[in-house]
């Protein structure tokens, strides 16, 4: 538990260490953390035939932030997009969220003032590495991974929307959901990737996928 604590903060030395230590094999996850997801949906990978353990986990995070730090910008730009999906899988929001938790609830708790939160609702080490690798794909002239990264980076952004928001009066957001927002302030990605990247296949793909975004462009 301590291990999986240390890799939830990125301490993936001292994660390694334990978890390099340990006598016994612990339960691989389902999928691979570093894929992308157009839809989030945490039951998808149960079926994968693709397994990881948390220590090759941080081997792959290893890899991926040594390549996201060379110097070939083609390798850097998708080791780069790839590390912000595995920070963004390993959320409550993620697939892979079992990498860095032990439970999940099923319906939304919006954190409380002053109360701890137990739940890894944070995406805002996704979104620096969506926004960083979508930098280096519109300087490589890498249109689809460009939209790649400015969808990933909405969905982020959607999500510290949820986390943000203010229930109504009787509002039960744990069973009734919260409704998404489409005020310009809340989705400067979904407007990006409208209005630089309409033209690419990712695009439409989101678009016939995502209802969000779909919505959003009409």
């Known amino acids: 538990m301590k291990a999986t604590f240390l890799l939830k903060d990125d301490k993936l030395d001292e994660a390694e260490k334990?978890?390099?230590a340990l006598t016994y094999k612990?339960?691989?996850?389902?999928?691979?953390?570093?894929?992308?997801?157009?839809?989030?949906?945490?039951?998808?990978?149960?079926?994968?035939d693709k397994r990881?353990?948390?220590?090759?986990?941080?081997?792959?995070?290893?890899?991926?932030?040594?390549?996201?730090?060379g110097t070939d910008k083609v390798q850097a730009a998708e080791a780069t997009y790839r590390l912000g999906n595995v920070y963004y899988n390993t959320t409550w929001f993620g697939?892979?969220?079992?990498?860095?938790?032990?439970?999940?609830?099923?319906?939304?708790?919006?954190?409380?003032?002053?109360?701890?939160?137990?739940?890894?609702?944070?995406c805002s080490k996704a979104l620096r590495h969506?926004?960083?690798?979508?930098?280096?794909?519109?300087?490589l002239g890498n249109k689809e991974l460009a939209a790649k990264c400015l969808f990933m980076a909405a969905k982020c952004?959607?999500?510290?929307?949820?986390?943000?928001?203010?229930?109504?009066?009787?509002e039960d957001t744990y069973y009734q959901g919260i409704?998404?927002?489409?005020?310009?302030?809340?989705?400067?990605?979904?407007?990006?990737l409208k209005g630089q990247y309409a033209a690419t296949a990712?695009?439409?793909?989101?678009?016939?996928?995502?209802?969000?975004?779909?919505r959003f462009a009409r």
Do not use: M
């Open 157 to 170: 952004e959607q999500n510290d929307w949820y986390l943000r928001y203010t229930p109504k009066p009787g």
């Open 95 to 122: 697939f892979a969220w079992r990498a860095v938790d032990y439970y999940r609830p099923y319906g939304f708790y919006k954190p409380e003032p002053n109360k701890p939160v137990y739940e890894n609702y944070d």
């Open 202 to 214: 990712f695009y439409n793909e989101a678009r016939a996928q995502c209802f969000y975004l779909n």
């Open 52 to 69: 990881f353990s948390k220590l090759q986990l941080i081997g792959q995070l290893k890899s991926l932030k040594k390549q996201a730090a």
């Open 18 to 20: 334990i978890f390099s």
């Open 26 to 48: 612990t339960d691989d996850i389902q999928g691979n953390a570093a894929d992308e997801q157009i839809k989030d949906c945490h039951e998808c990978a149960e079926n994968s």
């Open 130 to 139: 969506y926004t960083q690798a979508a930098e280096l794909a519109k300087q």
């Open 179 to 192: 409704e998404p927002t489409y005020a310009p302030a809340d989705r400067k990605y979904f407007t990006q």
